[in-house]
């Protein structure tokens, strides 16, 4: 369990640099939001869904 939150760790951080980078890419917010609701951020994740949405 500790290396897929690890992995999911590394994959946010990612789509967090990407969407600095190129926040018109819709699916970085999406891809932000489904990695925050597997661990329990779903508020954070639903932030992100509103972006990918508008």
């Not at 951080?13 to 932000?32: C, T």
Request: charged share 30%; glycine share 4%; proline share 7%.
């Amino acid at each position: 369990m500790v290396r897929g939150n690890q992995k999911r760790q590394q994959q946010l951080e990612e789509y967090q640099e990407r969407i600095s980078r190129q926040p018109e890419d819709i699916e970085v917010p999406y891809s932000i939001a489904s990695i925050l609701a597997l661990p329990g951020k779903q508020p954070e994740a639903k932030a992100h869904l509103k972006k990918f949405y508008s």
